[in-house]
């Protein structure tokens, strides 16, 4: 069996420790002369976000960045667990490989501890765009539509099943419509082929839709409604309420619309991760965000007072540190860390012992078998398994 060497679990924990003991960082924590992260592919906006920081950190530190572009969640972090990178520019992704789930729900991966340095959380959101043509005004207006799905891609349908929740619907209550890549759904869009898609709402494919014929809205979802907020927590934790003031359909300042979003990037490290590394990378992103911030669309969304210091993943030992420095790190955020280190704790508990028990061979009966492991651990823990 393939999973995570102790080494490393080890180390994690002694990271997590950090955070509660206090552990020694150099004093002069600098970066190294050179560092790789990874993005997603060339031309996204997480790559030219990552780009841009590279660029500020070459010309204020000298040091040389990296960036190594990735189609899959897998792609990105296979660099990082094999030592070949120090840090990601991940999507929600991060949270799926921290839980187990999905693709990572496998033999050769398992819960990763990942943890968070910064995220950008900028003016777009990311919702379910609908064709207007389809007369959709709230989000239970879905009910009987098409909707995109696509094949092998988890996070796009999990986000999907957590925005139509919040209209009270569930996966049988519309048309799933299924597609081989996120643009080949878009195209259904415009080919009239499904009524509405995931995506943020400042994606290249999201302006596309917007023109004539069809036309694109993104149905509001007001966080004033409680009930509806708690039906997308349970299928998506990681969404919270926002008001999107950019992208397509006409949204503005003087045109915004609330919806989900979470943040994206999310530039994470495993927890084994050198603190005084995540330290110096993290404090120069919050010291110069003036030098990027307005270099690409998105990187604005770095600012240190920006940061959701309450959301699914921990924060590293290191980043925790800069984020202190700066003035922002609060007992509520502590707590809440120190909760979500528990829970990769218990993860990782339970994924050694499932490991050991020579599991079945079979991918199905292998992920299945892992996953009741997981429920049942985090039941007994008095934890959310969110994930059936």
Same mark, same amino acid.
């Given at each position: 069996?393939?999973?995570?060497?102790?080494?490393?679990?080890?180390? /994690?924990?002694?990271?997590?420790?950090?955070?509660?003991?206090?552990?020694?960082?150099?004093?002069?924590?600098?970066?190294?002369?050179?560092?790789?992260?990874?993005?997603?592919?060339?031309?996204?906006?997480?790559?030219?976000?990552?780009?841009?920081?590279?660029?500020?950190?070459?010309?204020?530190?000298?040091?040389?960045?990296?960036?190594?572009?990735?189609?899959?969640?897998?792609?990105?972090?296979?660099?990082?667990?094999?030592?070949?990178?120090?840090?990601?520019?991940?999507?929600?992704?991060?949270?799926?490989?921290?839980?187990?789930?999905?693709?990572?729900?496998?033999?050769?991966?398992?819960?990763?501890?990942?943890?968070?340095?910064?995220?950008?959380?900028?003016?777009?959101?990311?919702?379910?765009?609908?064709?207007?043509?389809?007369?959709?005004?709230?989000?239970?207006?879905?009910?009987?539509?098409?909707?995109?799905?696509?094949?092998?891609?988890?996070?796009?349908?999990?986000?999907?099943?957590?925005?139509?929740?919040?209209?009270?619907?569930?996966?049988?209550?519309?048309?799933?419509?299924?597609?081989?890549?996120?643009?080949?759904?878009?195209?259904?869009?415009?080919?009239?082929?499904?009524?509405?898609?995931?995506?943020?709402?400042?994606?290249?494919?999201?302006?596309?839709?917007?023109?004539?014929?069809?036309?694109?809205?993104?149905?509001?979802?007001?966080?004033?409604?409680? /009930?509806?907020?708690?039906?997308?927590?349970?299928?998506?934790?990681?969404?919270?309420?926002?008001?999107?003031?950019?992208?397509?359909?006409?949204?503005?300042?003087?045109?915004?619309?609330?919806?989900?979003?979470?943040?994206?990037?999310?530039?994470?490290?495993?927890?084994?991760?050198?603190?005084?590394?995540?330290?110096?990378?993290?404090?120069?992103?919050?010291?110069?965000?003036?030098?990027?911030?307005?270099?690409?669309?998105?990187?604005?969304?770095? /600012?240190?007072?920006?940061?959701?210091?309450?959301?699914?993943?921990?924060?590293?030992?290191?980043?925790?540190?800069?984020?202190?420095?700066?003035?922002?790190?609060?007992?509520?955020?502590?707590?809440?860390?120190?909760?979500?280190?528990?829970?990769?704790?218990?993860?990782?508990?339970?994924?050694?012992?499932?490991?050991?028990?020579?599991?079945?061979?079979?991918?199905?009966?292998?992920?299945?078998?892992?996953?009741?492991?997981?429920?049942?651990?985090?039941?007994?823990?008095?934890?959310?398994?969110?994930?059936?």
């Amino acid at each position: 069996m393939t999973s995570l060497p102790l080494s490393r679990l080890s180390r /994690a924990a002694i990271a997590g420790a950090a955070l509660c003991s206090g552990i020694a960082f150099a004093q002069d924590a600098k970066l190294p002369t050179a560092l790789t992260v990874t993005a997603y592919d060339t031309g996204s906006s997480g790559f030219n976000m990552v780009v841009a920081i590279g660029k500020m950190m070459k010309q204020k530190h000298g040091s040389d960045l990296r960036v190594l572009p990735a189609g899959n969640d897998i792609a990105r972090l296979s660099p990082l667990k094999s030592d070949r990178a120090q840090i990601s520019a991940m999507g929600v992704g991060s949270y799926f490989a921290a839980e187990g789930v999905f693709e990572f729900a496998s033999e050769a991966w398992g819960p990763q501890p990942l943890q968070i340095m910064l995220s950008s959380t900028s003016c777009n959101g990311l919702s379910l765009g609908v064709a207007k043509d389809a007369g959709v005004k709230e989000i239970k207006d879905l009910k009987g539509k098409r909707v995109g799905f696509v094949v092998g891609s988890p996070a796009l349908n999990q986000n999907a099943l957590a925005i139509i929740a919040y209209g009270n619907l569930t996966k049988k209550d519309v048309n799933i419509v299924e597609f081989s890549s996120y643009g080949a759904m878009w195209k259904g869009i415009l080919n009239n082929e499904i009524d509405a898609a995931f995506a943020t709402t400042v994606s290249g494919q999201a302006r596309e839709a917007e023109a004539p014929p069809r036309g694109l809205v993104w149905p509001p979802a007001p966080p004033a409604d409680k /009930a509806a907020w708690e039906r997308v927590k349970k299928v998506g934790p990681y969404f919270y309420p926002h008001k999107a003031t950019c992208g397509a359909g006409g949204l503005s300042p003087s045109n915004p619309v609330e919806i989900p979003a979470y943040p994206y990037p999310i530039v994470v490290a495993y927890a084994s991760q050198k603190p005084e590394l995540v330290y110096a990378f993290t404090k120069s992103m919050i010291d110069n965000y003036a030098a990027y911030k307005d270099a690409t669309a998105g990187v604005d969304g770095f /600012a240190v007072d920006r940061q959701n210091l309450e959301w699914v993943l921990p924060y590293h030992a290191g980043a925790v540190r800069a984020l202190k420095e700066a003035g922002v790190w609060t007992p509520q955020a502590q707590k809440h860390n120190e909760a979500l280190l528990k829970r990769q704790d218990v993860l990782a508990k339970a994924w050694a012992a499932f490991t050991k028990a020579s599991p079945p061979d079979d991918k199905a009966a292998f992920e299945k078998a892992w996953m009741a492991k997981r429920g049942e651990a985090l039941a007994q823990a008095g934890m959310d398994p969110v994930f059936d």
